[in-house]
């Protein structure tokens, strides 16, 4: 089992910028795909952004394709999400979450492809 804790949201004006931390217990950070999603206030969750376990692939969203960067730390077990150009459309609780996926062709996008996901941190982004 893997816990994740999220931290790094908050309040910001639109065109701001914030850096989400996913900081991951246990030992097998590296074996894992990690990635992003968000749930606005009355909205289905949604995939933002993966990023493959040694951190060589990536795949975005396309709302936060060009603003949003993924990266990972795994001698520190933290996943990072840097947001810049930050929209009031952005505003929803972050999760993060882990995949035990093998083998695969594309990064996972789907909820189902995650194992372990963290309890998630609110931002807000005003106009």
């Known amino acids: 089992q893997v816990q994740l804790i999220e931290s790094g949201g908050g309040l910001v004006q639109a065109g701001g910028s914030l850096r989400l931390s996913c900081a991951a217990s246990?030992?097998?950070?590296?074996?894992?795909?990690m990635g992003w999603f968000r749930r606005a206030p009355g909205k289905e969750r949604e995939f933002v952004v993966a990023?493959?376990?040694?951190?060589?692939?990536?795949e975005y969203g396309d709302p936060v394709k060009d603003r949003f960067t993924i990266s990972r730390d795994n001698a520190k077990n933290v996943l990072y999400l840097q947001m810049n150009s930050l929209k009031p459309e952005d505003t929803a609780v972050y999760y993060c979450?882990?995949?035990?996926?093998?083998?695969?062709?594309?990064?996972?996008?789907?909820?189902?492809?995650?194992?372990?996901w963290g309890q998630g941190t609110q931002v807000t982004v005003s106009s």
């Open positions: 979450a882990a995949s035990r996926l093998g083998a695969y062709y594309y990064l996972p996008t789907r909820e189902g492809n995650y194992d372990y």
């Open positions: 246990g030992r097998r950070f590296s074996s894992y795909i």
């Open positions: 990023i493959s376990r040694s951190g060589d692939s990536t």
